[in-house]
């Protein structure tokens, strides 16, 4: 099971780089937190987004272009077609304020495929959201691999299609700067993630700054680590009272605290 090789990548140390005008820049402490949510699962997708709707937050929300279609079903264990939500819901949640991006064409494991295959798929993904949902545009998406399972040559690639790509590594990563391309990120699996989550959101906040990406899929018992839906709101409700934090998704917190990216 690969997502096993995923359990607890704990957070790393992460240097604050300078980005823009940020607080860390003036002395004071930053702490950008991401829960970056995966797969589209429609029921615990709509509760997520209603929880971060009563902060006044937007969720950070990755999805399969077609894993929902019958020609190309996504094939997981902790993921069938018929929990997925579709691009109608997508575009619904993003006028809500979420964000939405690619989290691969279907869920496939883009590191097992020749290359010129997986750019495909890549590119048929992008196109795929480019048509569905209203606004968006590649150059500003984080693609999140499926599995974080990315390769050399596909993270060297990808910087020409989208903005950054998010994969395995440090959970904690610096602050976003304009040439932030590779996001980190962790997460714990296949049982309830609550610790794990808690000890990284810890460890993120004994730094002076950094930004920690934190990888969740469903709510309660929906997905692989899930967290209750009931955890998510105090979750939420606590770092809403921390001056440092602030709540923001990945694509997001490149646009807002790394500024334009260096051609
Ligand atoms: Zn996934």
Known sequence: MK???FLKLSGGLAMAAAAGKSSA????KLHLVSLSFDDGFKKSFIRTAEIYEKF????CFNVTAAGNRPESPIVDDYVSP?????FALWNELQARGHEIMPHGHHHEHLDRLPDEEARKLIDSCLEIFAAGLKGWEAKRA???FPYNDATPLLEAWLPSRVRAYRCHG???NPLPHPGTTKIGTGGFGPGNAEEDL????ADLLSLDSGWLVYNLHGLDEEGWGPIRATYLEKLLARLRTIDSVRIVPTARA???YAGVKKS
């Open 198 to 201: 808690d000890q990284a959101i």
């Open 56 to 59: 006044g937050l937007s969720g």
């Open 142 to 144: 984080v693609f999140n």
């Open 254 to 256: 490149l646009a807002q």
């Open 25 to 28: 820049q003036e002395g004071k």
């Open 3 to 5: 997502r096993m090789e």
């Open 82 to 86: 018929g929990q997925l939500g579709d």
């Open 170 to 172: 440090e959970m904690i």
